[in-house]
């Protein structure tokens, strides 16, 4: 049976750190997710990697409630970018987990089961 | 009601049981808990006058009781007993014709002769019942004919036999016969009793009685008319040539060679009563309508799964097919508009332009939670404006209290729901309006326009609807459905009850039972495979190849068949006994499909040769009991039959006789009570009801003994 994340993990919200990379010539948002890294690729347009950080973002999404903090923004262009995305980001966040909690899919574990 | 000719009251001799014995108020109780409703008191040459008032008396009205005497016949040293039974209207006279002949003597040693008999009784007109053969001690053949010879009612002369069985063997040779309980126990009578003859038509005196024995038609038609009965105007055959037929609320048989039109006639008169807006349909046996009727193959099988707590996804599995994948935001937009950013004076002036949009589902799910809690008070609150109950346990005034709070809280739930509508719209105005100067800037700037979002919002949900409409769909996949148990019949004894179960399972991926089978024209292939597929799309729902199981799923053969749940029940029906499957035997399906007929409450049963694959014990000892019981309930029966069992033991009120002659075909009317058939179009033509029935039907000899329970005669 999948365990329903408890009051205070809904309640209160974490927030993982955000970073911009650079990785041969290309730039990434890095979010850091305890040793877990989730990248997304803001130089070159590669709507499935995106997609693929979005997935994680969901499973993420579904073990509680969380913001992303970039602390340093350069006046760089990438990291400008990485700015506004995640400024943008953190506002859905927020909504498609009040959505999830609404589909009552919140599971402590993240995973997908059959199971309600 | 049964006719018990021969009870003993009292220990008259030294060898009688002392649980002969019975006093008037146990006798009464016993009497009248079971169906005798005439008895002839008859003990061992002894009649106790005092003890028969006192047992008339207190039985009151409800059985007859007839006083009579077992006397010890002596002839030629050879003795044997002779009940002698006359009309109560005459018991004072017989009391003391016995008085005086028993003086000075008692039960023990008491003898007297048939001639003797005769002479003391026959002025009383009474009933002489013979032991005969094996009830001893018997009256012999030639003291018989002595008997016979000297008394002025040889039509009053009955044998008396051991049991049912020797009376129908005793009658089919042309000998009246009866049985009584001669009683030895009072506390076996009430088991004995059930095996004592039947009358069929109401008796109401003794006199009543002896004209039956002389079967005087004017009394059998008198008795036949107090039963319900109606003329049928029927055109069976296709000559065009019509007849009236009088039947009864009771057992109807027709019964004649085969081909002589019997299955029309019931078919004409299933036809009447339809006309009439009277539920009637001819039955017929046959061993494959069993499974027909319960519809083993589950040709007709429907099945409402809501009672089962199954919600039939039907939005959900369309969705599930439909899905598409939603684009995101490309990262090049984000890039562009930083690049342009510091470019055109003109659009940096509209500030609007670069607000981020509000996030609006909040806003819209919290008016939809107060819109839908204002709908719901609303119902409750119209519920309970004009709910008696309600209004009677609360009072009128409780109950305007409770309008009162609650319209005070629908009010509070009203202004809220208008104040959160404002907000949503307010969102959504301000997202809109942010929208339109983004694109109005970059059409006359040509500058790229900020991205108001990453995608992301919309590329979860997607992704979370599929994942919780295959959820859904899994889940009412998983719910089990009680298995339906229809009770079949009685297969006897030994076997036990037969019932029909229906197996209704949905499939899950995994069920590969080969005795199952899908509904609805659907493949059971098709719906394994869908269910798979739902399955691993679940678990790669958060995958980027999730569509391409989905298109695999789309691509499953006959897929477009499953619409709903329902697509998916795999059902399975058979018999079973005791909770093992079993097959019924040709036999089994024909007695079975019999006793489900005759086990619907109808007004009118039309049984078409019923007797089909079945036993002779089963028809004896199940089907015409059965047909007894619906008759007494005043139910009408028409029976075409080449089965002496029905058409004899049954003793209908009304037979029908069809044969094919030199002149063609003929019916003809009758019944067992006065033994004549008469022709319906020619009333001269008779034919005698037991000849014919002995030579038509099957089994006829041994069946005619049993027409002994009617009042002992042929």
């Known amino acids: 049976m999948a365990r329903k994340p408890s009051e205070k993990e809904v309640r209160y919200m974490q927030t993982l750190e955000a970073t911009v990379i650079e990785d041969k010539g290309k730039y990434f948002i890095s979010i850091a997710d305890g040793e877990e890294f989730i990248r997304i690729p803001i130089s070159d347009d590669q709507p499935n990697e995106v997609k693929s950080a979005f997935n994680k973002i969901i499973l993420r999404l579904k073990r509680g409630k969380f913001k992303i903090n970039m602390s340093e923004v350069q006046q760089n262009l990438f990291s400008l970018v990485a700015n506004e995305y995640i400024k943008q980001l953190n506002r859905e966040l927020q909504e498609v987990f009040g959505e999830m909690e609404r589909y009552s899919l919140i599971e402590a574990s993240g995973e997908i089961t059959e199971e309600e | 009601m049964k006719i018990d000719i021969h009870v003993h009251t009292k220990k008259c001799k030294k060898g009688d049981a002392a649980t002969r014995e019975v006093s008037p108020s146990r006798f009464c109780e016993i009497v009248l808990a079971t169906d005798v409703r005439i008895i002839a008191i008859t003990n061992h040459n002894t009649f106790d006058i005092d003890q028969y ?52 003597t008692d039960s023990d040693s008491f003898t007297i002769t048939i001639e003797h008999t005769v002479k003391e009784f026959d002025s009383l007109g009474p009933l002489y019942v013979a032991h005969y053969k094996h009830k001893k001690p018997d009256i012999s053949d030639v003291e018989l004919e002595r008997l016979l010879t000297r008394t002025a009612n040889p039509s009053r002369v009955i044998k008396e036999v051991t049991n049912s069985i020797s009376a129908g063997i005793y009658i089919s040779h042309g000998r009246p016969s009866i049985y009584g309980s001669d009683v030895h126990d009072w506390d076996q009578y009430a088991n004995e009793s059930h095996n004592l003859p039947d009358l069929r038509l109401p008796v109401e005196s003794f006199e009543h009685f002896c004209l039956l024995l002389e079967k005087d038609p004017t009394t059998i038609n008198t008795l036949l008319d107090k039963k319900t009965f109606e003329i049928l105007d029927l055109n069976p055959f296709d000559n065009g040539l019509g007849l009236s037929l009088k039947v009864y609320n009771d057992i109807n048989v027709f019964f004649g060679s085969k081909g002589t039109g019997k299955s029309c006639l019931l078919k004409a008169i299933a036809k009447h009563f339809v006309d ?439």
């Open chain 2, 53 to 104: 008032n006192a047992i008339k008396k207190a039985i009151g009205k409800e059985v007859q009781i007839w006083p009579g005497i077992e006397l010890d016949i002596k002839e030629e040293e050879k003795r044997g007993h002779l009940l002698v039974i006359v009309s109560p209207t005459k018991s004072e006279e017989f009391s003391k014709i016995i008085e005086s002949l028993t003086m000075g």
């Open chain 2, 276 to 714: 009439k807006g009277i539920d009637a349909s001819v039955f017929e046996a046959g061993d494959s309508l069993l499974e027909e009727k319960y519809d083993l193959k589950g040709r007709d099988f429907t099945i409402n799964l809501e009672p089962f707590g199954i919600n039939y996804c039907t939005d959900e599995i369309i969705f599930i097919k439909e899905a598409i994948e939603v684009d995101v935001t490309s990262v090049n937009n984000y890039v562009f508009y930083f690049k342009a950013v510091h470019g055109n004076q003109n659009a940096k002036k509209i500030r609007l332009k670069d607000l981020d949009p509000e996030e609006e589902s909040g806003p819209k799910r919290k008016f939809e939670d107060y819109d839908k809690s204002d709908t719901t008070v609303k119902e409750f609150l119209k519920f309970l404006a004009k709910n008696e109950p309600v209004k009677e346990v609360i009072g009128s005034k409780g109950l305007d209290e409770l309008v009162g709070a609650i319209s005070r809280l629908l009010k509070g739930l009203s202004e809220g729901k208008w104040t959160k509508f404002t907000k949503w719209k307010e969102v959504r105005l301000l997202n809109n309006a942010i929208k339109i100067f983004k694109s109005e800037v970059t059409k006359k700037t040509g500058n790229p326009t900020k991205p108001s979002t990453t995608g992301f919002k919309e590329y979860a949900l997607n992704r979370i609807k599929i994942e919780f409409n295959t959820k859904e769909v899994l889940k009412n996949i998983r719910k089990p459905i009680k298995e339906q148990v229809d009770y079949v019949g009685n297969l006897g004894v030994d076997k036990g009850e037969l019932e029909c179960k229906t197996k209704v399972v949905i499939q899950d991926g995994q069920i590969s039972d080969s005795t199952l089978f899908a509904l609805n024209g659907v493949k059971k292939t098709t719906q394994k495979d869908f269910v798979k597929n739902i399955k691993e799309i679940l678990s790669k729902v958060y995958s980027a190849d999730l569509f391409e199981i989905i298109a695999k799923l789309n691509a499953v053969e006959g897929v477009e068949d499953i619409k709903t749940i329902n697509e998916l029940l795999l059902i399975k029906k058979y018999f079973s006994v005791n909770d093992i499957e079993y097959h019924p035997s040709s036999g089994e399906s024909s007695m079975l499909m019999l006793q489900n007929e005759l086990g619907t409450d109808k007004d009118v049963y039309i049984l078409d040769e019923p007797e089909k694959s079945l036993g002779h014990d089963y028809i004896n000892d199940v089907i015409v009991p059965l047909i007894k019981e619906k008759a007494r309930a005043g139910k009408k029966l028409f029976i075409s039959t080449h089965d002496a069992n029905i058409a004899v033991r049954t003793l209908p009120y009304s037979s029908i006789y069809r044969c094919h002659g030199a002149k063609g075909y003929d019916t003809y009317a009758g019944n067992p009570f006065y033994n004549h058939l008469v022709n319906i179009h020619n009333s001269s033509d008779q034919l005698d009801w037991k000849k014919v029935s002995m030579r038509t039907l099957e089994g006829g000899e041994e069946a005619f003994g049993e027409r002994g329970k009617i009042y002992a005669n042929t």
